[in-house]
């Protein structure tokens, strides 16, 4: 059973324009969730993440939404730049020294 | 932010051989290790967590004896795929957190093995 769901495998978005990318989970032990960026053949690199006890979190064009109640995050990014397009992941964890849990990722394809 | 360094980053080997790939943590010790595997437009799958100076723990369905992980040092994990055969070829990346400061986990670049 899929703990974090990205159920959205693509997304395209105009340059300059705001995307949302949205993540599920159903762990509610889950204390921890971030957003990490991937391009092809490399490994994921850190975007944001933001602490259960948290409802928003924002870090430059980034910023990252959580509703506990719903079990759901998103992510938004605006405005949208051509170099944005890559594969974002969403992870969750428990605190202390445990794996990350990943969604399936959602390609995000940002148009000039 | 912490640097994980994983080495090599591209691997091409004949069926029945081994390879062994390297992950290293460059500015901060890492007790604890973890290997994801992705195949191609999947997400990263667990598959095992290296512990330091004792036996990695290995996620449901993954073969030990097949994936050999050794985490002889604060610094160092390594995973061997044994006796390749071409279904193991994949995209390998190992991570490691650094608990006490940053929830996020640093990774490294990833290997491709690409066996033949």
């Known amino acids: 059973d899929q703990q974090v769901k990205q159920n959205s495998p693509s997304l395209s978005v105009q340059e300059g324009r705001i995307s949302i990318l949205n993540c599920d989970y159903t762990?509610?032990?889950?204390?921890?969730f971030l957003w990490y960026k991937k391009y092809p053949a490399e490994g994921p690199t850190f975007l944001i993440s933001i602490s259960s006890i948290k409802d928003k979190n924002e870090d430059g064009r980034f910023t990252v939404f959580l509703n506990k109640s719903a079990k759901h995050l998103s992510l938004h990014i605006v405005p949208s730049q051509p170099g944005d397009s890559a594969v974002y992941f969403c992870?969750?964890?428990?605190?202390?020294?445990?794996?990350?849990?990943f969604g399936k990722g959602t390609r995000l394809s940002v148009i000039a | 932010g912490a640097v994980v360094s994983q080495h090599p980053s591209r691997v091409i080997c004949k069926s029945g051989t081994s390879v062994k790939i390297e992950c290293r943590s460059l500015?901060?010790?890492?007790?604890?290790m973890f290997w994801y595997r992705q195949f191609p437009k999947q997400s990263l799958m667990l598959m095992a967590t290296s512990n330091e100076g004792s036996k990695a723990t290995y996620e449901q369905g993954v073969e030990k004896d097949k994936f050999l992980i050794n985490h002889a040092s604060l610094t160092l994990s390594t995973l061997t795929v044994t006796s390749a055969h071409p279904e193991d070829s994949s995209f390998y990346i190992c991570?490691?957190?650094?608990?006490?400061?940053?929830?996020?986990?640093?990774f490294g670049q990833g290997t491709r093995l690409t066996v033949v």
């Open positions: 991570s490691a957190r650094v608990p006490l400061f940053r929830p996020e986990a640093f």
């Open positions: 762990n509610s032990m889950f204390d921890y």
């Open positions: 500015d901060f010790q890492a007790t604890t």
């Open positions: 992870a969750a964890s428990v605190s202390g020294n445990t794996p990350l849990v």
